[in-house]
């Protein structure tokens, strides 16, 4: 992973807004900066806003600085040290800055406002361009509200109702507005350019042909100075091609440069591709799976004939039997022909009264899964009832935290604090109306165990405490001991979870307003009258609580009614409480066994008509063996039959024995086919793992490759760029000759002009040369002009391109990313975000899928916390595309729930891996 650098390592105010002398460092990838309602949190963005150039009036800070300077004071101080990792040297003092550059913005109530930067330990003025370097080579655009979210901006997005407003914003932020802009503007500079070269053009030709006239009236005097003053511009054309010359070796030596970069990467990638992969080889399955498949077969053949030879023998008994005990053959068959109507009857009774069965068991199991329920409810209420009893004891679940809130406040006692330690919050609430016990239980769980401190140094000890203990309670840092003025409550016809409470302490009242609304959280005790009240939207009411301690609160356009999960007792229950309710849980707990008990009758009925069946079947295989005897056995010998049956009786037995070796084997055999397979599926996870890791390592390398073949793509541009104008440039002068130095070559220039000064005593003739000279500059100053002008009109036109590549860039692929990034931050919380763009009439819709993504709505239609998570999953899909070094956000975070700030926040700490 590439180390994050961090740019700016401190910043320290000086009576800045309510800060007298505070420091800040910011040492990690991502400072959060935390604290009460006016402790000062966004002086710092203030402050930073002020000293990179942004105005007290576009942050809504008032009309001028004079309102950022503390008061009984005339001088607010700003400093920022930089980290110098680019090594940026001051151009005016011309001395480097160092590792580190100091800025300092002095804010004065009169006068002017001063800035300066620390160079060799000694503070000196920092002049604007210097200033607008520095911002311009670390990327510092505080201007873009992308990078620098205040709170005004912050809402702007959260209260943005049209899509044309939120694309607004991006337009302004991705700098595309400004792509526009300074298209549309070098668009008209090219055609002022275009025409500005057409007229100089014109008069260097009406100048040239003025020129000619007056060179063939002075031709015999200017004959050897206009060939000396050739040779002159000859030369210095060819001192600006060596100029070049030396640029394209410079360039030359980049490509050489890139292209051993690109080899020592293209052999990497091949050694990474070459590297040997795991030897382990997977086991065939075939010979095993062969095994079994066999055994299988032989198995169910023998088990088929081990059936087939006990059926045989008891068959052959049977008709042994009945032929030691014949009887008349008529009276037989009546027989047999009652016991088979008798039979089929039977059948299909138990198959009418199975149907009706198969319909009862799911009921049934629903019954039983019931009763199990309401009898594992009634021993554990049982259990309790007893242990209140017996111990006279609230609850056993309660009894354990409180014994853990007892230890620790005797460990806090004997321990020394820099200030005040509270905790936990509950050991300082009571109800003032017991029956509100369970509401406001559950609406304070998440803070009732809190401990409250007021310095880090007391937080990093208590904290150290409960890691020794064992112990996970939640310690809040507050800023001021100040109880909260200006409440916004409801009307006093509402009575409030604030109202119920006697607090002994204000840090408490504070923690339990800011974390919990307190003061907007009504108390109603009937269920239908707490919808009513809350679908009529109440002006500073946020939900309801009832006395079973159920929540009734609106979301969106619905009214939701839940209950948090339970602990499993309630902070402020006593004994008579928690033992009256204990009882009527109990009284409401009953089991039921009406399908169980249909089910039993049918399963009765089903039983008896069984044994009809087994009955007449027992009687049926005795009278069709003694019949059959009349057909097979009439004149066998008995003897004979007896042999028979000795001999398959024995054959019977070797077939079980057989059976039963078989059947051995084959769970031997698959168990070892199953230990194999748990060896081949762990070899080939460490094969899968080794190719990801591998694959992994060569993408980056490529990425690596693709940035240096851009380098020399650019670099072999300008190279043939300036092959092109040497090339140029050498065939307009011709054959290289000897020429003189640059210095020389000046002196001899300013030596010929002088000479031809001295002809003026010629008269007409010295007044033709001064004419000649005048006209041979301008015409000079023209072509240098016109060049100027192609020069600046090629970069216009060049700059134009890039910006509307850029511009073409964010609408096919920066959007795309964008949208793709948005998505893919609110599915990490469970949402199903969408951005839609439309470019050509500058619309932007922002759509998300909430709760479980069942319920799709715009950006007005979702709740102020979903709306919040969404404006920071907006700015993160952005930030991937339009970097800039520092960002800085005010109330990010305004209106989330704890699960969607802690899902921000991470996201955010993600961004900066």
């Given at each position: 992973?590439?180390?994050?650098?961090?740019?700016?390592?401190?910043?320290?105010?000086?009576?800045?807004?309510?800060?007298?002398?505070?420091?800040?460092?910011?040492?990690?990838?991502?400072?959060?900066?935390?604290?009460?309602?006016?402790?000062?949190?966004?002086?710092?963005?203030?402050?930073?806003?002020?000293?990179?150039?942004?105005?007290?009036?576009?942050?809504?800070?008032?009309?001028?600085?004079?309102?950022?300077?503390?008061?009984?004071?005339?001088?607010?101080?700003?400093?920022?040290?930089?980290?110098?990792?680019?090594?940026?040297?001051?151009?005016?003092?011309?001395?480097?800055?160092?590792?580190?550059?100091?800025?300092?913005?002095?804010?004065?109530?009169?006068?002017?406002?001063?800035?300066?930067?620390?160079?060799?330990?000694?503070?000196?003025?920092?002049?604007?361009?210097?200033?607008?370097?520095?911002?311009?080579?670390?990327?510092?655009?505080?201007?873009?509200?992308?990078?620098?979210?205040?709170?005004?901006?912050?809402?702007?997005?959260?209260?943005?109702?049209?899509?044309?407003?939120?694309?607004?914003?991006?337009?302004?932020?991705?700098?595309?507005?400004?792509?526009?802009?300074?298209?549309?503007?070098?668009?008209?500079?090219?055609?002022?350019?275009?025409?500005?070269?057409t007229e100089t053009k014109n008069k260097q030709v009406i100048l040239s042909k003025q020129l000619e006239v007056l060179n063939k009236n002075i031709d015999f005097m200017n004959q050897d100075y206009e060939s000396l003053l050739e040779q002159v511009h000859k030369e210095e054309q060819w001192h600006l091609i060596f100029e070049m010359e030396n640029e394209k070796k410079e360039l030359e030596t980049k490509l050489d440069r890139y292209q051993a970069e690109e080899n020592i990467l293209i052999n990497k990638i091949d050694k990474i591709s070459k590297e040997q992969t795991p030897q382990q080889k997977l086991a065939d399955l075939t010979e095993i799976n062969n095994k079994i498949d066999k055994v299988e077969v032989d198995y169910e053949k023998l088990t088929k004939d081990y059936k087939d030879i006990v059926n045989q023998y008891e068959e052959k008994k049977i008709q042994l039997e009945k032929v030691r005990q014949r009887s008349n053959k008529k009276q037989l068959e009546e027989e047999f022909d009652e016991l088979t109507f008798s039979i089929n009857e039977a059948k299909n009774k138990i198959k009418e009264f199975e149907k009706q069965n198969d319909d009862l068991n799911e009921m049934v199991y629903e019954e039983n899964l019931n009763n199990q329920n309401v009898s594992k409810a009634s021993d554990s209420i049982r259990r309790e009832l007893h242990l209140i009893a017996n111990n006279n004891s609230n609850n056993p679940a309660l009894d354990k935290v409180l014994k853990s809130f007892n230890l620790i406040n005797e460990e806090i006692k004997r321990m020394s604090f820099k200030d005040e330690v509270i905790g936990p919050i509950v050991d300082y609430i009571e109800l003032k109306e017991q029956k509100w016990y369970k509401a406001i239980s559950g609406c304070l769980s998440k803070s009732l165990n809190n401990y409250i401190v007021f310095n880090i140094d007391d937080r990093e000890k208590l904290n150290q405490l409960f890691k020794?203990?064992?112990?996970?309670?939640?310690?809040?840092?507050?800023?001021?001991?100040?109880?909260?003025?200006?409440?916004?409550?409801?009307?006093?016809?509402?009575?409030?979870?604030?109202?119920?409470?006697?607090?002994?302490?204000?840090?408490?009242?504070?923690?339990?307003?800011?974390?919990?609304?307190?003061?907007?959280?009504?108390?109603?005790?009937?269920?239908?009258?707490?919808?009513?009240?809350?679908?009529?939207?109440?002006?500073?009411?946020?939900?309801?609580?009832?006395?079973?301690?159920?929540?009734?609160?609106?979301?969106?356009?619905?009214?939701?009614?839940?209950?948090?999960?339970?602990?499993?007792?309630?902070?402020?229950?006593?004994?008579?409480?928690?033992?009256?309710d204990l009882k009527n849980q109990l009284s409401n707990l009953k089991t039921k066994n009406e399908y169980t008990n249909l089910r039993k009758e049918l399963e009765n009925e089903i039983r008896n008509y069984r044994n009809v069946v087994r009955n007449c079947e027992n009687e049926l295989k005795r009278v069709t063996p003694e019949l059959d005897s009349f057909k097979i056995v009439r004149d066998e010998d008995l003897d004979m039959m007896e042999r028979k049956m000795q001999i398959i009786n024995k054959q019977k037995t070797n077939m079980k024995s057989k059976k039963e070796i078989l059947h051995q084997n084959l769970i031997d055999l698959k168990n070892e086919k199953s230990k194999i397979e748990s060896q081949n599926d762990q070899i080939n996870d460490q094969i899968s793992n080794y190719f990801k890791v591998k694959n992994q390592?060569?993408?980056?390398?490529?990425?690596?490759?693709?940035?240096?073949?851009?380098?020399?793509?650019?670099?072999?541009?300008?190279?043939?760029?300036?092959?092109?104008?040497?090339?140029?440039?050498?065939?307009?002068?011709?054959?290289?000759?000897?020429?003189?130095?640059?210095?020389?070559?000046?002196?001899?220039?300013?030596?010929?002009?002088?000479?031809?000064?001295?002809?003026?005593?010629?008269?007409?003739?010295?007044?033709?040369?001064?004419?000649?000279?005048?006209?041979?500059?301008?015409?000079?100053?023209?072509?240098?002009?016109?060049?100027?002008?192609?020069?600046?009109l090629n970069v216009t036109l060049n700059t134009i391109n890039m910006r509307e590549e850029k511009r073409n860039e964010i609408i096919n692929v920066k959007t795309k990313e964008a949208i793709r990034e948005f998505n893919i931050q609110t599915n990490k919380s469970g949402y199903d975000g969408s951005l839609e763009f439309d470019h050509v009439n500058k619309l932007l819709d922002l759509k998300m899928r909430v709760h479980n993504s069942s319920i799709l709505g715009n950006k007005n239609t979702l709740s102020g916390g979903e709306r919040s998570f969404a404006s920071v999953c907006f700015l993160l899909s952005l930030w991937k595309s339009f970097v800039c070094p520092v960002k800085v956000l005010d109330e990010f975070d305004v209106f989330m729930d704890p699960l969607n700030r802690k899902n921000a926040i991470k996201a955010l700490f993600d961004f900066v891996k």
């Open positions: 992973m590439k180390e994050t650098k961090i740019l700016i390592k401190s910043v320290k105010l000086k009576n800045f807004m309510c800060h007298k002398n505070f420091k800040i460092d910011f040492s990690k990838p991502i400072t959060c900066i935390g604290g009460v309602n006016g402790s000062g949190k966004s002086a710092v963005m203030i402050a930073l806003g002020i000293l990179f150039g942004k105005t007290a009036a576009s942050m809504e800070r008032g009309n001028s600085y004079r309102s950022l300077i503390r008061s009984e004071t005339q001088m607010a101080v700003i400093e920022a040290t930089l980290n110098n990792y680019l090594n940026l040297k001051s151009s005016f003092y011309q001395v480097p800055y160092g590792d580190e550059i100091t800025i300092i913005k002095q804010l004065h109530f009169k006068g002017t406002t001063d800035i300066k930067v620390i160079i060799e330990g000694k503070a000196k003025r920092l002049k604007k361009y210097e200033m607008d370097n520095i911002m311009f080579e670390y990327g510092l655009n505080l201007a873009n509200p992308l990078n620098f979210l205040t709170q005004e901006e912050s809402k702007k997005i959260l209260n943005v109702k049209k899509t044309s407003d939120l694309y607004d914003f991006f337009y302004v932020g991705t700098e595309f507005k400004k792509l526009d802009e300074d298209i549309r503007i070098c668009g008209i500079e090219t055609k002022e350019m275009i025409s500005k070269i020794e203990k064992k112990l996970q309670f939640p310690i809040l840092l507050l800023q001021s001991k100040n109880k909260f003025k200006n409440l916004r409550e409801p009307s006093s016809q509402y009575k409030t979870v604030y109202s119920v409470l006697k607090i002994n302490k204000d840090p408490i009242v504070n923690a339990l307003i800011t974390y919990h609304n307190i003061e907007q959280i009504i108390l109603i005790e009937d269920r239908q009258e707490a919808y009513k009240v809350i679908e009529s939207q109440p002006t500073n009411v946020d939900c309801a609580f009832i006395l079973t301690g159920d929540r009734i609160k609106m979301i969106g356009k619905y009214l939701s009614d839940n209950r948090d999960r339970e602990m499993g007792f309630y902070y402020f229950e006593d004994s008579k409480s928690r033992e009256k390592m060569i993408n980056d390398v490529r990425v690596e490759m693709r940035m240096i073949e851009e380098n020399k793509r650019i670099d072999q541009i300008a190279l043939e760029a300036k092959k092109t104008k040497i090339e140029i440039k050498s065939k307009e002068l011709g054959a290289r000759a000897n020429f003189r130095s640059k210095d020389k070559l000046m002196e001899d220039k300013i030596f010929l002009k002088q000479k031809i000064m001295e002809v003026k005593e010629l008269g007409n003739k010295d007044l033709m040369i001064q004419n000649k000279e005048k006209l041979t500059e301008e015409i000079l100053l023209l072509t240098d002009n016109i060049n100027s002008f192609d020069n600046l």
